[in-house]
Structures are given as C-alpha cells and as structure tokens.
C-alpha cells in the first residue's frame, strides 16, 4: 500500500503557495511584485500574507517609500523548512505513483 505523506494545509492554497514559490527564490518581495506575479487581488493578498505571518513563515516589513507605503514580505526559516517539507510531501505522491506504474 502506497505510502503519502501529509501536506500542509497552510501551504495547500493555491495563492499561499504561489507566494511561497515567489519568496524561496528571493530573499524578499514588494507587495505589489507578489501582486504582479499572483494576480490575486489586493485585498486577498494581504488576507493570505496575514495567514502565513501568523504562522510565522514570512515576515512583513513596511515602511515608506517616496511618501507612499512600502510593505515587503521575507519568508523566516521556517517558512523554508514547511515549504521544503511540503515538496518533499508532494514527491512522495508522485514516487508512490512511479511504483505503481512501474
């Protein structure tokens, strides 16, 4: 019997893990670079940002810039260490699907 890890329901968003995705190769991201790339709306966006943050795996930075607000979004170790774990969850399905195959 084939043997699946669990995957993290944090991570299993399609937008929070469009985020994630953006921010492993990144050391940080503009808000409106994730909005670019996402394509989520503002408001969305910042609802899922909030999710992640609450879990402590990104951190925001907002400040200013040219008098406007400028919020950036960093992902902390352990945002690393779930999204990791999170692929490697992701390989087993498709491992376990090889096994079956082959």
């Known amino acids: 019997m084939p043997e699946f890890k669990s995957l993290d329901p944090l991570l299993h968003n399609e937008l929070r893990l469009k985020i994630v995705s953006l921010l492993i190769s990144l050391e940080k991201a503009s808000f409106n670079f994730l909005l670019e790339k996402t ?3 503002k408001g969305n966006l910042s609802v899922q940002l909030k999710k992640l943050q609450t879990a402590g795996y990104l951190k925001m930075e907002k400040s ?4 406007y607000p400028h919020t950036e979004a960093k992902l902390t170790k352990k945002g690393v260490q779930s999204f990791e774990r999170y692929v490697e969850a992701i390989n087993s399905y498709l491992q376990n699907d090889k096994k079956e195959d082959g």
């Open 39 to 41: 394509e989520a709306s």
């Open 64 to 67: 200013f810039k040219d008098n």
